[in-house]
């Protein structure tokens, strides 16, 4: 099921650049195709006065490129001055939401072969997000010298002072930009005009009649949506749906889209809230919206809130909108039609996945991880499948994702933890005598919750294991982020005597160095390195040069993705702890590995 005219389709984490809210807001600033705004310039002068560097600029970051929307101290003031990636730092801030700093950008791994090191002579950088009101980051204000530099708090809390001023500087550039009254796509009233109807309302006499009554509509999954069939049509749906919302009420002013899906509607007079968001309810289902000779059924959150006596026009828009913010994070989105693409199986999916651990529909499979000197087994990987019904087995780099993004992974995780812990208690009764132990892989999603550790706990103590028996594998997602709250959690891992194994490592951004500063105890080698030993001779001494350093950092190696005995050998060779692949076995059902152990244990 999961095939679409053959092609497997790949669902990757989301990427922070293409969040496509983030997109739109950026979309919506209109400055992807102008030269450097004069306003915004003399933030970047103020910058590079009071911190002493001789470049400073505002960049906004789209997709694939970095836009300059302010400057100093770069060559080029009228023309559009358009960066790619190559040459970009800022892009950095936005991907990792946060500020980002180097003091020497020879030396540091993110930056060394970025070509701005090179043509503009960017030896030192700090810059800071630069975010909208409605929480996108859509840019960063930075700092830059050509010689190295330690940058201070005080520094970084100048860039931030002056990126808010920027954003203000943005805000406005915006509502000039449509008058301030009207949104450019809809027509609709913005909110201050919609505020201003809603007051008339309440002073009129139709409010002496009856009620008023504000709706806030959320569209349901039309971000999805956008992604399966493109902005454009994204676009279309809207503005017909704001036609339908303003032919419920007759009246123009009432309607106003606040947010890119989301809506705010108005009634005055006798009706009740019921009957009005049923007759919206209707309009917005009947007849059927089509795009492009598609029909494309669109539903959506509807909360109604009504006027008491005494209670002013905004502080009623921000009741209905509050509700609907609490309503949507409980409300699961519902299926919403024929879509197609990545985005139809991944909404799917994301329907699908939520609660297939109570479905029984999960199951572990076992890959074991050899010590490569003596052929014995150390541990085994529990692997997670998952058999659909409907779609068949799906393949955990396609579901793992979706449920990151969905929350289900946290269950779904703690169900991975619960039956890893008791099959190996199980095996390990079986074979006394063979010290094995049981590596589970978690997310960043799990980690972020406080009760990760807890539950961690609980797991070993259902099954009556020592800490020791478990390893978690953990990627650099999970403490890149380096927020108190993973770390803590991480610590008080390692503290119970968890082992602590790092995933997937030279697929990140981190260098070794860096990872150590985390209480890790194994790096797993990508499987990326290993399959180019024997062909690529930099892959190899990459591998014989990470095996030493983290041995020297007091790490131990596994290697991952060996299929064959070159690679074994180079290996072993090169002093690598422990070896993973089908080479020596493909992950298999729980129920083949005491064969496994008896193959392997002695
Ligand atoms: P991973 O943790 O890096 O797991 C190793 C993957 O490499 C497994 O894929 C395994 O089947 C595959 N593999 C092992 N040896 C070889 C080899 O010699 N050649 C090749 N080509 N592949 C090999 P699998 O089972 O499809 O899992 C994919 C990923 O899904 C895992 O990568 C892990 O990141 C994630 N995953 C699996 N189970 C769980 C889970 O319970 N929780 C979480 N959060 N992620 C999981
Ligand atoms: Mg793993
Ligand atoms: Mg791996």
């Known amino acids: 099921m999961l095939q679409a005219e053959g092609q497997r389709i790949n669902l990757r984490a989301p990427d922070p650049l293409l969040d496509p809210a983030r997109l739109d807001a950026l979309r919506e600033l209109d400055l992807l195709e102008s030269a450097p705004q004069d306003s915004l310039s003399k933030l970047n002068d103020i910058a ?66 970025n070509l701005a090191v090179r043509d503009d002579e960017i030896i030192a950088y700090a810059g800071v997000p630069v975010r909208l009101e409605n929480g996108e980051c859509v840019g ?28 203000d500087v943005l805000e406005l550039h915006r509502i000039k930009r449509d008058g301030g009254m009207r949104d450019t796509l809809t027509g609709l009233p913005r909110r201050a005009l919609f505020t201003e109807r809603v007051r008339s309302m309440l002073d009129s006499d139709e409010f002496a009649m009856g009620s008023v009554t504000v709706v806030a509509v959320d569209l349901q999954a039309f971000r999805l949506f956008n992604e399966a069939w493109g902005h454009e049509a994204g676009d279309k749906i809207l503005t017909e749906v704001a036609r339908r919302f303003r032919d419920t009420t007759g009246d123009p002013e009432a309607v106003c889209r606040v947010a890119g899906d989301e809506f705010l509607i108005a009634n005055a007079g006798p009706e009740d809230a019921e009957s009005f968001v049923g007759r919206l309810q209707q309009m917005l289902a009947s007849p059927q919206i089509r795009i492009d000779g598609v029909d494309q059924p669109v539903s959506a959150l509807f909360v109604a809130t009504t006027s008491k006596p005494g209670v002013d026009a905004a502080e ?23 879509l197609a ?22 199951a572990l499979h076992y890959q074991p991880l050899l010590d490569l000197q003596t052929g014995r087994v150390h541990s085994l990987e529990a692997l997670l499948r998952w ?4 779609l068949g087995s799906v393949s955990p780099v396609d579901f793992i994702p979706v449920a990151e993004t969905t929350g289900a992974i946290v269950p779904i995780g ?45 797991a070993l103590d259902a099954a009556g294991l020592p800490p020791g028996a478990l390893a978690l594998e953990i990627t650099e997602r999970t403490i890149l982020t380096d927020r108190p709250g993973e770390r803590r959690t991480i610590d008080a891992l390692q503290a119970r005597g968890v082992d602590l194994h790092l995933d997937d490592f030279g697929t990140g951004y981190s260098s070794l160095g860096y990872l150590t500063r985390f ?22 001494a990459l591998i014989a040069g990470i095996i030493a350093m983290a041995h020297s950092l007091g790490l131990q190696t596994v290697a991952e993705g060996i299929e064959d005995a070159t690679q074994r050998d180079a290996l072993t060779e090169m002093g690598c702890d422990f070896g993973q692949g089908f080479l020596f076995a493909r992950p298999s059902p729980g129920d083949d590995v005491p064969d496994l152990l008896r193959q392997f244990g002695g």
């Open 48 to 113: 590079s006065a009071v911190l002493g560097v001789p470049v400073s600029a505002l960049s906004l970051i789209s997709w694939d490129r970095q836009i300059t929307a302010g400057m100093n101290g770069l060559i080029g003031t009228t023309e559009v001055l358009d960066t790619p990636f190559s040459h970009s730092f800022c892009h950095h801030v936005v991907r990792a939401g946060e500020p980002f700093v180097v003091e020497d950008s020879r030396k540091h791994p993110l930056v060394m072969d």
């Open 140 to 167: 960063a204000f930075c700092a830059c010298d050509h010689k190295p530099r330690r940058w201070t708090d005080a520094d970084l809390a100048t860039l931030g002072n002056l990126a808010t001023i920027a954003v």
């Open 316 to 338: 009623l828009i921000d009741d209905a909108l509050a509700t609907l913010a609490a309503t949507k994070t409980t409300a699961t989105e519902q299926a919403i039609g024929p």
């Open 341 to 362: 693409g990545p985005a139809m199986e991944r909404l799917r999916l994301r329907n699908a996945i939520s609660g297939a651990e109570r479905r029984d529909e999960l």
């Open 387 to 390: 058999e659909h019904p409907e």
């Open 414 to 458: 703690e169900w991975v933890l619960r039956r890893a812990c008791s099959d190996l208690a199980n095996w390990r009764a079986e074979f006394p005598d063979i010290d094995v132990t049981v590596a589970v892989n978690v997310a960043p999603e799990q980690v972020r919750l406080p009760s990760f550790d807890a539950a961690v706990g609980a």
């Open 519 to 540: 209480p890790l105890d194994v790096i797993k080698i990508d499987r990326m390195f290993v399959s180019r030993i024997g062909t690529d001779e930099r892959a190899t």
